[in-house]
Nanobody, 123 residues
């Protein structure tokens, strides 16, 4: 079993940056595909970016060029560097783990979810 805990959310002005962290415990972290999802009020949850067990990434079009995911298997952590933040980035951000890369990409069979961290971007 994997437990995920996010941190790093907060309130930031448009154009600013935040770095989210997701710390994992339990399981074999390095074998999981990881992802960052977000959900804004009244909207569907969306995949922000996924990263495979070997470091392949896929970004949502809305964040390409602004966000960057990375993972540190030694620390059992995954990070989301968010730059040039926009008000539309405001959402609760969730870290997730899945046994396959496809599960992250397709948002199916997500095995574990973090509790979420709020990101609010003001104008």
């Amino acid at each position: 079993q994997v437990q995920l805990v996010e941190s790093g959310g907060g309130l930031v002005q448009a154009g600013g940056s935040l770095r989210l962290s997701c710390a994992a415990s339990g399981g074999t972290f390095s074998s999981y595909a990881m992802g960052w999802f977000r959900q804004a009020p009244g909207k569907e949850r969306e995949l922000v970016v996924g990263i495979s067990d070997i470091g392949s990434t896929r970004y949502a079009d809305s964040v390409k060029g602004r966000f960057a995911i990375s993972r540190d298997n030694a620390k059992k952590a995954v990070y989301l560097q968010m730059n040039s933040l926009k008000p539309e980035d405001t959402a609760v951000y969730y870290c997730a783990a899945a046994t396959t890369w496809y599960s992250i990409h397709s948002q199916t069979e997500i095995a574990y979810w973090g509790q979420g961290t709020q990101v609010t971007v003001s104008s």
